[in-house]
Protein backbone atom coordinates (compact mmCIF):
# COMPACT_ATOMS: atom_id res chain seq x y z
CA UNK A 1 0.00 0.00 0.00
CA UNK A 2 1.23 3.34 -0.90
CA UNK A 3 2.02 5.64 1.72
CA UNK A 4 1.11 9.37 2.23
CA UNK A 5 3.21 11.41 -0.83
CA UNK A 6 4.62 15.07 -0.44
CA UNK A 7 6.50 17.32 -2.95
CA UNK A 8 8.62 19.16 -2.70
CA UNK A 9 11.06 17.65 -0.24
CA UNK A 10 13.02 20.62 0.01
CA UNK A 11 12.13 24.05 -0.35
CA UNK A 12 14.53 27.18 0.04
CA UNK A 13 13.50 31.16 -0.61
CA UNK A 14 13.67 34.76 0.73
CA UNK A 15 10.91 36.58 2.57
CA UNK A 16 8.03 37.36 1.42
CA UNK A 17 7.85 35.26 -1.74
CA UNK A 18 5.41 32.68 -1.93
CA UNK A 19 5.64 28.79 -1.95
CA UNK A 20 2.42 25.91 -2.40
CA UNK A 21 3.21 22.37 -1.03
CA UNK A 22 1.46 19.50 -2.39
CA UNK A 23 0.00 15.83 -0.13
CA UNK A 24 -1.59 12.97 -1.64
CA UNK A 25 -2.67 10.94 0.94
CA UNK A 26 -3.13 7.05 1.60
CA UNK A 27 -5.97 5.92 -1.21
CA UNK A 28 -9.18 5.93 0.25
CA UNK A 29 -8.38 7.99 3.66
CA UNK A 30 -11.29 10.86 3.94
CA UNK A 31 -9.29 13.10 6.72
CA UNK A 32 -5.86 15.08 6.10
CA UNK A 33 -3.89 17.03 8.01
CA UNK A 34 -1.34 19.57 7.98
CA UNK A 35 1.23 19.71 10.45
CA UNK A 36 3.95 22.20 11.00
CA UNK A 37 6.79 21.05 12.43
CA UNK A 38 9.55 24.11 13.79
CA UNK A 39 13.29 22.37 14.51
CA UNK A 40 13.57 20.94 18.01
CA UNK A 41 9.48 20.78 18.59
CA UNK A 42 6.64 18.26 18.16
CA UNK A 43 4.49 18.74 14.76
CA UNK A 44 1.30 21.45 15.47
CA UNK A 45 -1.66 21.19 13.41
CA UNK A 46 -2.44 23.74 11.19
CA UNK A 47 -5.89 22.94 8.90
CA UNK A 48 -7.76 19.75 9.01
CA UNK A 49 -10.23 17.72 6.14
CA UNK A 50 -13.01 15.84 6.15
CA UNK A 51 -13.01 14.93 2.31
CA UNK A 52 -13.33 18.06 0.56
CA UNK A 53 -14.38 20.56 3.57
CA UNK A 54 -12.44 21.85 6.20
CA UNK A 55 -13.40 20.90 10.03
CA UNK A 56 -10.73 22.82 11.77
CA UNK A 57 -8.59 25.42 10.64
CA UNK A 58 -8.15 27.48 14.07
CA UNK A 59 -4.66 27.05 14.46
CA UNK A 60 -3.97 27.85 10.60
CA UNK A 61 -2.50 31.58 10.37
CA UNK A 62 -4.91 32.84 7.85
CA UNK A 63 -3.81 36.28 7.07
CA UNK A 64 -0.88 34.15 5.02
CA UNK A 65 -1.61 30.51 5.07
CA UNK A 66 -4.26 28.60 2.81
CA UNK A 67 -4.90 25.12 2.20
CA UNK A 68 -7.49 23.31 -0.34
CA UNK A 69 -8.68 19.95 -0.77
CA UNK A 70 -11.03 20.49 -3.59
CA UNK A 71 -11.53 16.96 -5.40
CA UNK A 72 -11.29 15.01 -1.32
CA UNK A 73 -8.44 13.81 -2.55
CA UNK A 74 -5.12 15.94 -2.84
CA UNK A 75 -4.10 19.35 -1.35
CA UNK A 76 -2.35 22.21 -1.58
CA UNK A 77 -1.04 23.93 1.20
CA UNK A 78 0.46 28.06 0.32
CA UNK A 79 1.96 30.69 2.13
CA UNK A 80 2.04 33.67 1.04
CA UNK A 81 3.94 35.61 1.84
CA UNK A 82 6.37 33.67 3.77
CA UNK A 83 8.29 35.08 7.17
CA UNK A 84 11.45 34.10 8.66
CA UNK A 85 9.24 31.82 11.50
CA UNK A 86 8.18 29.52 8.86
CA UNK A 87 10.82 28.00 8.85
CA UNK A 88 9.72 24.45 9.20
CA UNK A 89 9.25 20.92 8.21
CA UNK A 90 5.23 20.44 6.71
CA UNK A 91 3.64 17.01 7.43
CA UNK A 92 0.81 15.82 5.77
CA UNK A 93 -1.02 13.19 7.24
CA UNK A 94 -3.86 11.28 6.52
CA UNK A 95 -6.53 8.68 8.27
CA UNK A 96 -9.14 6.44 7.20
CA UNK A 97 -11.67 8.99 9.00
CA UNK A 98 -12.20 10.81 12.29
CA UNK A 99 -13.20 7.90 14.35
CA UNK A 100 -11.08 8.01 18.22
CA UNK A 101 -9.69 4.40 16.35
CA UNK A 102 -8.29 5.74 13.55
CA UNK A 103 -4.68 5.98 13.09
CA UNK A 104 -2.79 8.93 11.50
CA UNK A 105 0.02 8.34 8.90
CA UNK A 106 2.26 11.07 7.72
CA UNK A 107 4.34 11.39 4.90
CA UNK A 108 8.43 12.62 4.23
CA UNK A 109 7.12 16.24 4.72
CA UNK A 110 8.44 19.47 3.10
CA UNK A 111 11.42 21.40 4.82
CA UNK A 112 11.08 24.93 4.06
CA UNK A 113 14.05 27.23 4.75
CA UNK A 114 13.09 31.25 4.39
CA UNK A 115 16.10 33.81 4.22
CA UNK B 1 -6.09 21.34 27.73
CA UNK B 2 -5.22 17.82 26.89
CA UNK B 3 -1.20 17.28 26.63
CA UNK B 4 1.16 14.85 26.96
CA UNK B 5 5.09 15.80 28.39
CA UNK B 6 8.32 13.45 27.46
CA UNK B 7 10.62 14.62 30.35
CA UNK B 8 13.98 13.57 28.64
CA UNK B 9 15.32 15.10 25.92
CA UNK B 10 17.78 12.58 25.35
CA UNK B 11 17.78 8.83 26.61
CA UNK B 12 21.51 7.65 25.77
CA UNK B 13 21.58 4.00 26.04
CA UNK B 14 23.94 0.69 25.00
CA UNK B 15 23.04 -1.99 22.38
CA UNK B 16 21.65 -5.11 23.84
CA UNK B 17 20.21 -3.28 26.97
CA UNK B 18 16.63 -2.53 27.37
CA UNK B 19 15.10 1.19 26.84
CA UNK B 20 12.74 3.06 27.94
CA UNK B 21 11.56 6.03 26.13
CA UNK B 22 9.07 8.38 29.19
CA UNK B 23 5.52 10.00 28.34
CA UNK B 24 3.00 11.59 31.01
CA UNK B 25 -0.18 12.52 29.94
CA UNK B 26 -3.06 15.33 31.08
CA UNK B 27 -6.63 14.62 29.77
CA UNK B 28 -10.11 14.55 30.87
CA UNK B 29 -11.87 11.43 30.45
CA UNK B 30 -10.43 8.78 28.36
CA UNK B 31 -6.78 8.89 27.15
CA UNK B 32 -5.81 7.63 23.45
CA UNK B 33 -2.31 7.42 23.24
CA UNK B 34 0.04 7.44 20.29
CA UNK B 35 3.88 7.07 19.87
CA UNK B 36 5.62 7.49 16.74
CA UNK B 37 9.42 7.53 15.52
CA UNK B 38 10.89 9.90 13.37
CA UNK B 39 14.45 8.89 11.25
CA UNK B 40 16.35 11.95 10.03
CA UNK B 41 14.86 13.72 7.16
CA UNK B 42 12.07 11.34 7.31
CA UNK B 43 8.24 11.63 8.33
CA UNK B 44 6.76 10.33 11.44
CA UNK B 45 6.30 6.61 11.22
CA UNK B 46 3.57 5.07 13.63
CA UNK B 47 4.88 2.71 16.37
CA UNK B 48 1.61 1.61 18.46
CA UNK B 49 -1.66 3.24 20.32
CA UNK B 50 -3.49 2.68 22.94
CA UNK B 51 -7.21 3.30 23.08
CA UNK B 52 -8.57 0.84 25.77
CA UNK B 53 -8.02 -2.75 26.75
CA UNK B 54 -4.75 -4.35 28.00
CA UNK B 55 -2.12 -1.87 29.38
CA UNK B 56 0.63 -3.17 27.49
CA UNK B 57 0.54 -2.53 24.25
CA UNK B 58 2.75 -4.53 21.62
CA UNK B 59 3.69 -2.21 18.53
CA UNK B 60 5.91 -2.14 15.27
CA UNK B 61 9.96 -3.20 15.42
CA UNK B 62 10.05 -5.18 18.77
CA UNK B 63 8.57 -1.68 20.57
CA UNK B 64 5.92 -1.79 23.49
CA UNK B 65 4.38 0.42 25.74
CA UNK B 66 2.80 0.19 29.28
CA UNK B 67 -0.19 2.51 29.44
CA UNK B 68 -0.32 3.24 33.56
CA UNK B 69 -3.42 5.12 34.25
CA UNK B 70 -2.42 5.92 38.18
CA UNK B 71 0.57 7.65 37.27
CA UNK B 72 -1.24 9.07 34.21
CA UNK B 73 2.10 7.92 32.18
CA UNK B 74 2.68 5.90 28.88
CA UNK B 75 6.19 5.11 28.67
CA UNK B 76 7.72 3.35 25.89
CA UNK B 77 9.97 0.33 26.19
CA UNK B 78 12.35 -2.37 24.13
CA UNK B 79 13.53 -5.51 26.14
CA UNK B 80 16.74 -5.15 23.64
CA UNK B 81 17.96 -2.27 21.75
CA UNK B 82 19.29 -2.16 18.41
CA UNK B 83 21.90 0.98 17.19
CA UNK B 84 19.01 1.32 14.24
CA UNK B 85 16.69 2.12 17.16
CA UNK B 86 18.35 5.91 17.41
CA UNK B 87 15.53 7.95 16.18
CA UNK B 88 13.29 10.73 17.30
CA UNK B 89 10.58 9.51 19.50
CA UNK B 90 7.06 11.57 19.66
CA UNK B 91 4.26 10.88 22.11
CA UNK B 92 0.70 12.24 20.83
CA UNK B 93 -2.34 12.36 22.70
CA UNK B 94 -5.78 12.77 21.00
CA UNK B 95 -7.55 15.71 21.82
CA UNK B 96 -11.43 15.72 20.53
CA UNK B 97 -13.20 18.88 19.90
CA UNK B 98 -15.74 19.14 17.47
CA UNK B 99 -13.32 18.00 14.74
CA UNK B 100 -12.89 15.49 16.49
CA UNK B 101 -9.70 14.13 16.06
CA UNK B 102 -6.59 15.90 16.31
CA UNK B 103 -3.56 14.68 17.44
CA UNK B 104 -1.24 17.12 20.46
CA UNK B 105 2.44 15.69 20.31
CA UNK B 106 4.87 16.39 22.72
CA UNK B 107 8.97 17.55 22.72
CA UNK B 108 10.32 14.44 21.48
CA UNK B 109 12.78 12.79 22.91
CA UNK B 110 16.08 11.32 21.01
CA UNK B 111 17.10 7.66 21.74
CA UNK B 112 20.90 7.52 20.86
CA UNK B 113 21.81 3.44 21.06
CA UNK B 114 25.63 3.15 21.41
CA UNK B 115 27.00 -0.01 20.08
Known amino acids: EAGVAQSPRYK ?18 ATLYWYQQILGQ ?21 DRFSAERLKGVDSTLKIQPAKLEDSAVYLCASSLDRARTDTQYFGPGTRLTVL | AQSVAQPEDQVNVAEGNPLTVKC ?7 PYLFWYVQYPNRGLQFLLKYITGDNLV ?58
Open chain 1, 12 to 29: IIEKRQSVAFWCNPISGH
Open chain 1, 42 to 62: GPKLLIQFQNNGVVDDSQLPK
Open chain 2, 24 to 30: TYSVSGN
Open chain 2, 58 to 115: KGSYGFEAEFNKSQTSFHLKKPSALVSDSALYFCAVRVFNNAGNMLTFGGGTRLMVKP
